[in-house]
């Protein structure tokens, strides 16, 4: 029965859909009591093909109500309806960032190109073999016929990944320009926009704040900073300075990503515990309720280069060494302390291959030691992958 009770959502299924078709009840009579028990309906019947188009659309219908029901709960809602939800909260989805290219302009005369600060519906616009599409960041006038190198934005938000001269593709046909080529890799590469996963969860944190102790609480709160990417926390609860180099009875918030200080700091001044020492090479003064300033310590995590390589067989079909390199470096990423391990490179090369065969040689500290698991060399350090420190064989 179709009906919405103290107890949730019921819907009927397609067989019960199909007899409220067939037979109904008395107040809504289906085809069956209309015309008789002896009515064709099978399915290549003009009723039967009748009735099953009905069932169909009622079950499209019984399932939107569905969508639509369980989209007020912030557990299942998903799209524009989560961040509803989450606003509730005075939670925000974290929005996705552009990536940014230098592209190598070549004209054969003067000629003005039109940039997103001036035309930003009709940009010089060009792409690569992909199809993604770059458009200028500024105006730029050629005064004469010359190449130089121009900032252009990927169309998408995202991790739109480049790859060395692969732009080549003018999409926007401009009397006087030749030639686009992109001979160096991007100086900045988009995130994707936050998933409806880890913004449920975030949200399931931000509304257990109030209730958790001290500790629990500043990490949450923390996390929640617009521009944090991950965050430590750790306490010492003893007399003495700990093996960490922690004060007594303080706390050493290690804190990465992009967010202002200013946020930072008052997130770690409300969440506190009253009293309590810091440790932070990050010193931010925070207002006070008598307007006294009181100077909130943290630190950001020192980077630490790692350096991965290995080597891939195509099982059938082929391998795209650059691409295998391109798109690893892309999604692979290490919380503050985070251990490194081969295992988790040849998982992640797999996902993006499951032609290939991986065998990861190591992962090394300084290139030349390699191991299947490395550690950083401190709590506060993060391993930070680079393409130049990676290295992609394929066989």
């Known amino acids: ?9 019921s819907l009927d299924t397609p067989a019960e859909t199909l007899d409220r078709f067939l037979v109904g009840s008395t107040a809504y009579p289906g085809m069956k009591r209309i015309y008789g028990d ?17 069932v169909l659309i009622t079950q ?44 190598t302009v070549t004209a ?3 000629v003005t190109l039109a940039g997103l600060n001036t035309a930003p519906d009709a940009p010089f ?14 105006t730029y006038a050629f005064g004469a016929a010359a190449s130089t190198s121009l900032v252009f934005r990927a169309l998408n938000l995202g991790a739109v990944l480049t790859v060395v001269n692969t732009i080549t593709v003018i999409n926007t046909v401009t009397l006087g320009i030749s030639t686009v080529n992109n001979p160096a890799v991007a100086t900045t590469t988009g995130t994707n926009e936050e998933t409806d996963s880890i913004l449920r969860l975030r949200r399931a944190r931000s509304v257990a704040l109030a209730s958790k102790g001290y500790f629990q609480g500043l990490y949450d709160a923390l996390s929640n900073v617009t ?45 506190r515990n009253a009293g309590c020492g810091m440790k932070g090479a990050i010193s931010t003064n925070v207002t006070q309720a008598d307007n006294s300033l009181f100077a909130v310590l943290y630190d950001v995590p020192v980077a630490q280069n790692i350096w991965i390589r290995c080597t891939g067989t195509a099982v059938t079909g082929s391998l795209d060494a650059t691409y295998l390199k391109t798109s690893l470096l892309a999604d692979l990423s290490y919380g503050i302390g985070e251990k490194a391990t081969a295992s988790n490179i040849v998982a992640r090369l797999q996902a993006l291959a499951p032609n ?21 060399t401190g709590v506060n350090y993060q391993f930070v992958p680079a393409s130049a420190r990676t290295t992609i064989t394929v066989v």
């Open 125 to 138: 616009t060009v792409s690569d073999a992909a199809g993604n599409r770059f458009v200028l960041v500024t």
């Open 227 to 271: 521009g944090v990417t991950d965050v430590l926390v750790l306490e010492n609860i003893t007399n003495t300075t700990d093996a960490n180099g922690i004060p007594a009875h303080s706390i050493w918030c290690v804190v990465a990503g992009t967010a202002s200080a200013v946020d930072v700091a008052n997130a770690i001044y409300i969440k």
């Open 60 to 103: 499209d219908m019984l399932q939107f109500v569905a969508s639509v029901y369980s989209s007020f709960d912030p557990d299942q809602a998903v799209g524009r309806g989560l961040d509803q939800r989450c606003a509730i909260n005075g939670v925000i989805r974290r929005a996705g960032t552009y990536t940014y290219t230098p592209v």
């Open 1 to 9: 029965m179709n009906a919405i009770t103290n107890t949730g959502i």
């Open 108 to 110: 054969t005369q003067a």
């Open 38 to 54: 002896d009515i064709n309906v099978n399915p290549n019947s003009p009723d039967g093909q009748f009735i099953n188009l009905g």
């Open 356 to 376: 290939g065969s991986f065998s990861v040689e190591g992962v090394s500290l300084d290139g030349t030691t390699w191991t299947s698991l490395v550690a950083t």
